[in-house]
């Protein structure tokens, strides 16, 4: 079943499922890049008859889309999982090493046990189940696709919402990127608590 006009997103678990594999797991991150905030990271098991139009990578769709594919998912979903690592954790392992964290924590509190993960980007280190990494896999997989979804639309609420802790910095209009206006708040200001310390050296006298 085609759920795009130029790609199926379906084919690499339609591979899997006629391989033996039953539950198929997706797994993405998101917020790798932000100056502030967490890294989030989702993983879910979709139910192949169930499949939803118009899942692709979050980063193509616009927030309204995300939003309402976000509530789909998680009605449609076998099961599923979201993880964060916060921002001195991200100090001190690194973003690398925060994201696989997150990917690994939100793995294991699934609800059912993977027959394999499949990950966006490169295989996480440690993980006790069999995984295939995929380069650009939120635009190949399904799975991954609905990861996506979840991780970016949890990631984004969850700034909005504590951004009126921080109302200086104005998190609920960049989200912790790096933006011209973000920029010019930290050099007049200083961090906060939820800065990356590790990725302002460039930007701040640290």
């Known amino acids: 079943m085609r759920l795009s006009e130029d790609e199926n997103y379906f084919e690499i678990e339609e591979k899997l499922l006629n391989e033996g594999y039953r539950f198929i797991c997706g797994v993405d991150e998101a917020g790798r890049g932000p100056l502030a905030g967490p890294v989030f990271a989702a993983a879910v098991v979709m139910d192949r008859k169930r499949i939803i139009e118009g899942v692709r990578d979050s980063k193509k769709l616009t927030p309204k889309k995300r939003e309402k594919l976000f509530e789909e998912i998680i009605k449609e979903s076998i099961a599923y999982s979201v993880a964060m690592v916060d921002s001195k954790v991200i100090d001190e392992i690194n973003i690398n090493n925060a994201t696989f964290l997150a990917m690994k924590n939100a793995i294991e509190n699934l609800k ?6 499949l990950v966006d980007g490169y295989k996480i280190p440690n993980l006790g189940f069999n995984q295939r990494a995929i380069i650009k896999g939120d635009r ?22 504590i951004s009126s802790k921080y109302p200086l910095y104005k998190f609920e209009k960049h989200k912790g990127y790096g933006t011209k206006e973000h920029i010019e708040i930290l050099q007049k200001y200083g961090p906060c608590e939820i800065h990356r310390i590790s990725f302002l050296k460039n930007i701040l006298s640290l």
């Open 112 to 117: 059912i046990e993977p027959d394999i993960v």
């Open 140 to 161: 190949k997989s399904y799975s991954i696709a609905c990861a996506s979804i979840l991780a970016k639309v949890s990631r984004d609420r969850y700034i909005v919402e």
